[in-house]
């Protein structure tokens, strides 16, 4: 129960795991990995959003700390067969997948399943067991491709820093899960009063009511508008047919339908149907607007079909959308710069959507070209060298999300710091940015607000609940004490997420990790935005520098980076 209090479950409950089972340095891909499925002190209940669960693991991608939220059903089968987490280590001697249930758990061969992708897998193990969720892997995920997914409800993915090739190299395609244990609250009378009052604020919330028409697919206008949306391999940030690949024209054109998560009545999911050429007859969830920025915008696609049709090929195959687009969109760059000497694919530049199609497919079997950006924009960029680096455009090898930092400098700051590598998930300033609560193009309060979101953030992935529930902290505090039984106040519950923050920084701080890898890609130090409302922004490395001093010194930081005697010692670690 101590545990349980200081880390609470999910992100921080995984980290304290992870960090005490694993020696430092070792291969991600090895057997002595271990890959958590995490659930939280609420997943199942009425909390809204109490649907999503986390994977916690060392990512193959980074080297370092990973935690991957996910939404669907599948943390709530977990739990109700009753467990709050699985911790896999060691490798089963053929492909294989745990069945768990509230009778007990089975490991079964699951060699029929070999090569096949996502859906086919989730098809045939929940018709073998009625009444299951599955989360399960593709073909990347069992080919080591270095950001490969994990998948569950079709769409549903943990997608970030390659979990799914932890999964792969444990022979483990699939994790089936089915129970039927009731989940109570400690205080349940009390907790069923809160989850009714706030569900009611969710259905009345303006911002919800907006996500939930056009979906997070509504940030493209914003975002080009605003000189941020990240384009052709982040050269620019403006996009000339951003209008065509925007939520707007989504919804007009082609969104048939809504789709939730387990328990959310925001339903940011918008399923859209394509009736007339080349994708006739496609229908997909999304794409998301993470998907339309790095495979749309990114790799200079104007066809909202044609990214649909990636975002639906990265679901199956099982590869993590935003790496995917920014690999390909640098492979795009590369190839137009005359740095790839091989190349297998036609005319792979920007706009072309078949080129981004057969990239995919490359990818997630390690064909040809496709074996070489397996490894992500980072660890190709060291095999083709020239300088390629320069504009592979990652923080710590994990490649950056939809928000430009020349035209965001708050995400400079956040991605740089992440404990993930580059994360919009940690910390997303662009919001506060355009409201006018932080100055634009200045570091002014940034560390502070860097650093108080990431601990919030840091708590609410353990609690293992969404980004996007309209709550505030209080709110946070009175649901968790109701679940847990706790007497947690404002104070100790940020407390906690800078807890788990340091945390994740002293596991990153054992494999290497100092200030010196706190940097951004030397493009947004070197060029000034070309274009747009951002024109003429650079973040130099002097300014970011600047506010790494700040930032580490607020988190009671070395110069270094590196938590302080003082600071574990106050925090309990
Ligand atoms: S807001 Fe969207 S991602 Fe979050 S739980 Fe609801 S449906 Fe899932």
């Not at 073998?128 to 079709?154: D, Q, W, Y």
């Not at 701080?509 to 130090?525: Q, W």
Request: proline share 3%; with cysteine.
């Amino acid at each position: 129960m101590d545990l349980a209090k200081k880390f609470i479950g999910g992100k921080g409950l995984g980290a304290k795991i992870l960090y005490d089972t694993l020696a430092p340095g070792i291969d991600p891909l090895s057997t002595e990995n271990i890959i958590l499925f995490m659930t939280g002190p609420m997943s199942g209940t009425t909390a809204q959003t109490a649907g999503r669960w986390a994977i916690v693991t060392k990512s193959p991608q980074t080297g370092i700390f990973l935690d991957s939220q996910i939404g669907g059903s599948f943390g709530v089968y977990m739990k109700r067969a009753g467990y709050d987490y699985i911790l896999f280590r060691g490798k089963a001697e053929e492909l294989s997948y745990l069945l768990v249930t509230s009778e007990g758990i089975e490991i079964r061969s699951a060699s029929d399943l070999a090569g096949k992708g996502t859906f086919e897998t989730e098809e045939i193990l929940q018709e073998r067991h009625a009444k299951t969720e599955v989360a399960c892997i593709g073909p990347a995920g069992e080919n080591l491709v270095a950001f490969s997914a994990i998948m569950t409800g079709r769409s549903h993915m943990a997608g970030r820093g390659g979990a799914g090739a932890v999964m792969g190299s444990k022979n483990l395609k699939a994790v089936v899960a089915s129970g039927s244990n009731k989940i109570k609250a400690v205080h349940q009378e009390k907790f069923s009063e809160l989850t009714k009052a706030f569900r009611q604020k969710v259905v009345e919330d303006a911002g919800v009511k907006h996500r939930h028409d056009i979906g997070t697919v509504m940030w493209v206008n914003i975002s080009n508008e605003a000189g941020f949306l990240p384009t052709r391999n982040y050269q620019t940030g403006v996009f000339e047919e951003a209008e065509a690949i925007s939520g707007e024209t989504m919804k007009e054109k082609y969104v048939i339908g809504h789709k939730a998560c387990f328990g959310c009545r925001i339903a940011c999911g918008k399923v859209t149907k394509f009736t007339e050429g080349k994708y006739a007859g496609l229908e997909v969830e999304g794409p998301e607007y993470e998907t339309s920025a790095l495979i749309g915008s990114n790799c200079g696609i104007t066809s909202l079909p044609a990214i649909a049709k990636a975002s639906h090929m990265c679901d199956d195959l099982g590869i993590d959308t935003i790496t995917s687009g920014a690999t390909i969109s640098f492979a795009m760059e590369c190839s137009d710069k005359g740095i790839l000497q091989q190349n297998d694919v036609d005319n792979l530049t920007f706009g072309n959507e078949d080129a981004l199609h057969k990239m995919l497919e490359l990818i997630a079997h390690r064909q040809g070209i496709g074996d070489l950006f397996a490894k992500g924009s980072l660890g190709a960029s060291k095999e083709l060298g020239q300088n390629s680096e320069e504009f592979a455009i990652q923080v710590k090898g994990l490649e950056l999300a939809g928000v430009e930092p020349r035209g965001s400098w708050g995400m400079a700051l956040a991605y740089s710091t992440s404990d993930r590598g580059a994360c919009h998930q940690r910390c997303w300033t662009p919001g506060a940015e355009l409201r006018g609560d932080l100055p634009r193009y200045s570091m002014e309060g940034v560390p502070k607000f860097v650093i108080d979101t990431q601990d919030e953030r840091a708590v609410c992935g353990s609690l293992v609940l969404c980004d996007f529930v309209p709550f505030g902290v209080d709110e946070m505090v009175e649901m968790l004490n109701a679940a847990t039984g706790f007497d947690y106040t404002s104070e100790s519950y940020l407390k906690t997420g800078d807890r788990i923050w340091n945390l994740t920084r002293l596991f990153n701080a054992r494999e290497g990790i100092t200030a010196n890898d706190d940097v951004l890609p030397k493009r947004f130090s070197k060029e000034e935005m070309p274009e747009g409302p951002a024109k003429g922004q650079i973040v130099t490395e002097e300014t970011l520098n600047k506010a790494k001093a700040e930032y580490y010194d607020l988190r009671g930081w070395t110069a270094e980076g590196l938590p302080s005697e003082e600071k574990i010692k106050e925090l309990g670690l």
